[in-house]
Structures are given as structure tokens and as C-alpha cells.
């Protein structure tokens, strides 16, 4: 589905007004159109398989060489505003110190190759647009040569190019040069990809083109948007999801200097001041009367004593084989094992903020977001506006993590609202607490699993009940739901590789209802799965007294990426060889978004004190586009996944969340992170994420290693204190 416009050809030509001369493309890419209805020509990828492809994409050349890539995707810190234009660049032949990369505004071009709308999330930037931009590169490069060879009075096959020149035994011409005369010419209806061999940039590291104006300050984010006039609000919102202004009293708010205006919105009271800290001593001393329902006091404790009693019962089946309840009694031993995972906050490091200024009949937004079309659609709801009545600036993300991806748009729809209620343009700004007192959350999940044994001491008989909220529910993507199943609740358990051996088994789903919010969360639903299933995996090794790698080789020798990561994460991690006194392993693998990662956690105990020294990672994602953005990716995974294994818990008590900032909701410090060393499986096979799969893993790997040094099962996380006392 999409929400967002189709683009005018003005309209485009008005948001690409960079480009000031020279050649301007808009590229038409066959095989995505064909798929979204528009034209017939097929196409194929680059390894061989049918293409999806949004119709176009956009890349400007100006006269002086500059190469100008409109990223249909944002930057978050994942890396794309350099991958991306690796894949135009190589079939360009261009320049690369000539790039410069822009977000692109919302519009049809740039919607998701495969999800319909203009979104970044799913670990899908780079894979989605292998071909389509590759496609534009390609395009634009055929379309300097026929200009070039047409000024030379030559055949377009007498003509090479290198660095950002067409060049014909001793004439030679920049792109700059022949670009006006390129843009009249006729898009050609097919171009030819390079193949692998021809590639100068694909599958080599390159450092990032972002990392220069990160350092020196100039990168702008939502927080550094400033103009004349501009206004700055902090919202009071309820204490409690679900709870409503019944009265307020800004007397005293309006007595504080700066203070401008106090107006109510719909999600509060909107505090708008000359700056933030009139704005917040303001909100400080506002009086407000909350009509919470008593119903909505929800507390942590009680929830999984109900999610037990859920449990228990008879749950929508995610995936069956065979007769569980005639097998579990045949079983020679079982295993039984209840698992809790709290709700956990996104906590990006740059708080979330949104800058609207309306005027008119148009309205101008300035944020950092994962979903500017929908936002765009959202905004212009509000005002009553047509979507192209509403610009959206996407600058770079201070971290999103899924936090700014909300089918609601919440923050820019409060922002929107506070603008609008106040008449002014108004930077809406959520305090760090605001956002993890009163955001959204990965879902709290218990897992209930009861493994049946043979003589073999090999799993015969494996019945699993998830009871979690769906991040599905109640938004424009419930429709993703079939036969009561969220797909995203049960993904790493109903598709487990070590399923398919047991025959008979049973994957239940529970999904209650609740006003606490929540939301996908860095790597979605193998957040909870992967550290269940492959702390469960170790279980059932060390039951059968086996060495947990080679457990592991014997189920899954049917799956040569699992076992491909899995092997190269032994040898380099040195799995089986001594280790320094008091040291000990846990190992996991595991898959999502397409890639398949294992990792080795070398850790310590300390009276009771865990120090995590290494940990070694292998991921097969087929072809690494950039081989230094997939180690950052699964260098930042790790220690986003360490976090959460030793600190990342969100609490209610009587329906308020009891952790504020990072004083009480931690990251990991400096001197915290392991030393982590990455290696890629050499691969050709399809291409998956990045940015999400190093997440999984972690959290199993250290509790299993933790499993070596104390002989105790840990399932709920984060780690308690008595998780890490035992016989070290």
C-alpha cells in the first residue's frame, strides 16, 4: 500500500533544484515498473531471479562533475548514505570524490522496491535497491556516452569511461561537459549492468561519505533546525497510556519569562516558549488533572502471572507437525522451560524532536524520520491539506532503531498539532524521558516450552506457547495478520532450521490486548525468538553431552548458511582450544532479515561482576556491498544486543513506567564493550540485511557461556545479580 503522492514532473523538477543545469534523469527502471503495473519489460537481478523495482530513481550530474544521489532511503548510522551510492557509482564511473548524497523528498520514486511505501527499516535499504540503483547509474552513463560520441560525430562503441570522463583514443570530455546535451537526448529503453568482475567499488570497504560533516558539526539533525521566529514546545502527556486531559491551569506556566502560549493538543498540554528551557520550567509547574480509567494501571508483576494463566490455554497455531500431546508422554525425558523478556524502550541517543511552520495553505516539516511519506499523508490529515501541500525535509537521524517508524506518525503528528494550535512555527521536542516514559516499546514476551527427549537424548517432540502483544494490532498494517498469527511475534521459532527434524511439535500464539504501546525494536521479533530457541539448543546439547558447535553441525547439516557462519565462527573464535583461566564460551546462530549470523562470547565471572572480554561474529548476508558497513553493522548490533542483555528493562507500576533516563535505563560504556572481531562467509547467494541481524545472537551466546562457567539456566533477561554467582 502506498500513502504517499505520485510526482509531478514539476514536482520534481522543484524538489531537485539543486541541480542547477547540467543533466537531470528521471530513470525509468522496467522490471519495478512492470511489477507496480506500468510497463511489460521484464528484467532480472544480478543473480538471475526476477527484480522488483520501484519505477524510478534520481541522481543528478551538474556541469562542474558534481554527481548529485537522492537517497530513497535515511541515514541513520547504518550506513546507506555511502552504500547506496557505491551501487550507482561503479555503474557510473564516476568521480566518487565528486558525490554528494541528499535525502529525497516524499513521493511515489522513492517509494520500497517491495513494501509499497516510502519507509527505511527491515534491513532492507541496500538489497532492495541493488538493481534499481545500479539501474540509474547505468541509464545516466549510456546517456553521456551517446552525447559524447554524438559531439565527436562517432559510434557510441568507440567510447570509454573512467572517473567521471567519456574518452575516445585521444579526445576526452567530463560528464559536467556533456551533460546539458545528455539530458536532451531519449532514455535508452535497456541498459546492460555490469557484471562482477567490472566492479570497483561493490564488495570493497569504503569509508563514509557522511563521517567528515559528522565530525566538524555541519551534518544537520532535527535538533539543530533553528530559524528566525522559530518556537520551541514540550508537551505534558498523560502518566498513563490511555489517559486523558480533564483540566490544567498554566498560571503559573505563564508567569515563567519565555513562556508564550499553553495550548491543548491531543495528546496533552503543549508548553510553546522561546526556547527549550522555558519550555520545560513552564511544563515544570503546570497544574494538570488526568482522567486515567483505573483499568489502565497496569503492573509489571501481575502481567506474567496473566500471561502464564494465557499460556496455558489453547493459543492461534503458528506452525504443527504431527501429534505433540500423544508424544510429549512417549518421550523418555523432557525438558521444561518458562522464559520472560521485559519491554524495552528504544532510547535513540538524539532525543525526538519534529519543526513545523505553517503558512498558508502549506505547511514545512523538519525531521528526522523512517517514514517521511506516511508522515507527509498524516500531517496533511491533520491540516486538512493535500499531501504535496506538505514538504517534508528529512535530515539525518540522531538513531531511530524502529522509534521513528510509527504507522501514527506520533511525533510529527503532535508536532503538526502544537503548530497548529499555536498558530507559529514550533520545534516540538520530547525530553529523553518523555520518550521512555511515554513511547513505544518492544513487546514484553513469556515462552513456554516443553521438549520431549528419545533415548538418543535428541529432541522427539518440541510444544512452544509465545504470549506477547502484536506491534501489528490496531495500525494500517493489521491487515499482515492471517489466522490470528503476527508474523512478527513467532519469526525465529515457527521457521527455526531445527524444527523441520522434530515430528511432532506445536507453536502456539497469544496476543492480548493492551493501551501500552508498542512497536518493531531493532531486529522485531528475533529479539525474543533467537535467544529462547538457541539457549534452548544448548540446553538440549549439553543434555545429550555433546559439544554445543557440534550439536549444532549435526542439525543443521541441511542448511549450509547456518552451518557455513557457524563454522566460520569456531575456527575464528578458536572454539574447542584452551582458554586463559576463568574464561568461558557460549556460542549462537542464527537467522533474519536473510542473513545468517553466529557469534562466539568469550566472558569472566567475577564475584559476580560479568565481563564480557570478545566476541567473535561470522554472518553470510551473500554479497557484502561494503564489507566495512556490514562489520559496523554487526559491531553496533552487538553492543545494542549487550545492552539490553545486562541493563534494557521497562517496568510498570500502577501504569507508569518506572525508568527515566540513562542514569536508570543504562547503555553500555566504553570500557563495558568487548573486543569484537567480524568475518564474512564468502557468498553468492541472495543478498540480505545488515543493519538488524547482529542484534539476535548475542544475548543467547552470553548466557550460554555464562551457562559454562555457572551451571545455571538463565531465562529472563536483563541479568539479575544471582544470575552471575556459581562456581566460577
Known amino acids: 500500500m502506498s500513502t504517499t503522492p505520485a510526482m509531478s514532473r514539476r514536482k520534481f523538477l522543484q524538489t531537485t533544484s539543486v541541480f542547477a543545469g547540467g543533466l537531470l534523469i528521471p ?20 543473480d538471475g531471479s526476477a527484480v522488483a523495482f520501484a519505477p524510478n530513481a534520481y541522481l543528478g550530474i551538474g556541469k562542474d562533475n558534481t554527481i548529485h544521489i537522492m537517497l530513497a532511503h535515511v541515514e541513520m548510522g547504518q550506513g546507506v548514505w555511502t552504500t547506496l551510492p557505491m551501487l550507482i557509482a561503479d555503474e557510473l564511473d564516476c568521480d566518487w570524490n565528486k558525490i554528494k548524497v541528499e535525502h529525497a523528498p516524499p513521493g511515489q520514486p522513492y517509494v520500497h522496491t517491495v513494501y509499497g511505501l516510502q519507509i527505511t527499516g527491515g534491513s532492507s535499504s541496500t538489497w532492495s535497491e541493488f538493481d534499481r540503483y545500479r539501474q540509474a547509474g547505468a541509464t545516466a552513463r549510456t546517456l553521456l556516452v551517446a552525447a559524447a560520441a554524438q559531439q565527436w560525430g562517432i559510434a557510441p562503441e568507440a567510447c570509454s569511461t573512467a572517473d567521471g570522463f567519456v574518452i575516445a583514443g585521444d579526445k576526452k570530455v567530463s560528464y559536467g561537459e556533456v551533460a546539458d546535451a545528455a539530458a536532451k537526448l531519449p532514455p535508452p529503453a535497456n541498459v546492460t549492468l555490469k557484471p562482477a568482475s567490472e566492479w570497483k567499488y561493490i564488495g570493497k570497504g569504503r569509508k563514509r561519505l557522511d563521517t567528515g560533516e559528522k565530525i566538524n558539526g555541519q551534518a544537520k539533525f532535527g535538533m539543530d533546525i533553528q530559524f528566525p521566529g522559530l518556537l520551541t514546545a514540550l508537551v505534558a502527556r498523560p502518566p498513563v497510556f490511555g489517559g486523558k486531559v480533564k483540566s490544567f491551569d498554566a498560571t503559573k506556566t505563564k508567569a515563567i519569562p519565555g513562556v508564550k502560549q499553553v495550548v491543548k493538543v491531543p495528546s496533552g498540554v503543549a508548553v510553546i516558549a522561546d526556547h527549550f528551557w522555558a519550555a520545560k520550567r513552564g511544563r515544570d509547574v503546570l497544574k494538570v488533572e488526568w482522567d486515567i480509567d483505573p483499568v489502565l494501571a497496569i503492573d509489571s508483576k501481575k502481567l506474567w502471572d496473566d500471561y502464564r494463566k494465557l499460556a496455558a490455554t489453547k493459543g492461534a497455531v503458528a506452525a504443527q507437525a504431527g501429534d505433540v500431546a500423544a508424544a510429549l508422554p512417549k518421550a523418555t525425558s523432557t525438558i521444561d522451560a518458562e522464559y520472560t523478556l521485559p519491554y524495552l524502550a528504544h532510547a535513540p ?37 493535500q499531501p504535496e501541500q506538505v514538504a517534508v525535509n528529512t535530515v539525518f537521524l540522531g538513531g531511530g532503531f524502529g522509534r521513528r517508524a510509527t504507522a501514527t506518525s506520533d511525533f510529527v503528528a503532535e508536532a503538526v498539532e502544537v503548530a497548529k494550535a499555536s498558530g507559529k512555527p514550533v520545534k516540538t521536542v520530547w525530553t529523553r524521558e518523555d520518550d521512555i516514559r511515554g513511547g513505544y516499546y518492544r513487546p514484553a514476551f513469556m515462552h513456554l516450552v516443553r521438549i520431549g527427549l528419545g533415548a538418543d537424548k535428541m529432541p522427539t517432540a518440541w510444544q512452544h506457547s509465545i504470549v506477547g502483544q502484536s506491534i501489528m494490532t490496531g495500525t494500517m498494517f493489521e491487515a499482515g495478520i492471517k489466522n490470528g498469527i503476527d508474523e512478527t511475534s513467532v519469526e525465529g521459532v515457527h521457521d527455526s532450521p531445527y524444527m523441520a527434524a522434530i515430528p511432532d511439535r506445536l507453536i502456539e500464539l497469544h496476543s492480548p490486548k493492551s493501551k501500552i504501546p508498542v512497536l518493531w525494536w531493532r531486529s522485531v521479533g528475533h529479539t525474543h525468538t533467537a535467544f529462547v530457541m538457541e539457549t534452548m539448543i544448548d540446553e538440549l546439547a549439553h543434555a545429550a553431552a555433546k559439544d554445543p558447535v557440534e550439536f549444532r553441525r549435526s542439525l543443521l547439516k541441511t542448511h549450509p548458511r547456518h552451518l557455513a557462519a557457524l563454522n566460520l565462527v569456531a575456527e575464528k573464535s578458536g572454539w574447542g582450544t584452551s582458554l586463559p583461566a576463568g574464561h568461558f564460551r557460549g556460542v ?61 528493562e521497562i517496568t510498570l507500576e500502577k501504569g507508569r513506567v518506572q525508568q527515566r533516563n540513562f542514569h536508570d535505563y543504562r547503555m553500555l560504556r566504553m570500557q563495558e564493550t568487548p573486543a569484537i572481531s567480524v568475518h564474512i562467509v564468502p557468498s553468492t547467494e541472495k543478498m540480505g540485511g545488515a543493519g538488524e541481524p547482529g542484534v539476535p545472537p548475542i544475548a543467547p551466546a552470553i548466557v550460554n557461556a555464562i551457562f559454562s562457567a555457572t551451571g545455571k539456566r538463565i531465562r529472563s533477561l536483563p541479568l539479575q545479580a544471582g544470575d552471575l554467582q556459581g562456581n566460577a
Request: glycine share 12%; net charge negative.
Open 27 to 46: 530513470f525509468v527502471v522496467p522490471a519495478g515498473a512492470k511489477r507496480m503495473g506500468i510497463f511489460d519489460a521484464p528484467a532480472a537481478g544480478a
Open 349 to 385: 541517543m538524539e532525543p525526538l524532536n519534529c519543526t513545523v511552520k505553517i503558512t498558508g495553505n502549506k505547511c514545512e516539516i523538519w525531521t528526522g524520520t523512517q517514514l517521511p511519506g506516511l508522515d507527509q499523508a498524516n500531517a496533511a490529515k491533520i491540516l486538512g491539506f
Open 588 to 648: 549462537a546462530v542464527h537467522e533474519s532479515f536473510g542473513s545468517f549470523v553466529a557469534q562466539v562470547a568469550e566472558i569472566s565471572l567475577d564475584k559476580g561482576t560479568l565481563r564480557v572480554h570478545r566476541v567473535t561474529c561470522a554472518i553470510d548476508c551473500g554479497l557484502a556491498v561494503n564489507p566495512d558497513g556490514v562489520a559496523a553493522q554487526m559491531e553496533s548490533g552487538i553492543i545494542f544486543g549487550l545492552t539490553a542483555v545486562l541493563y534494557g
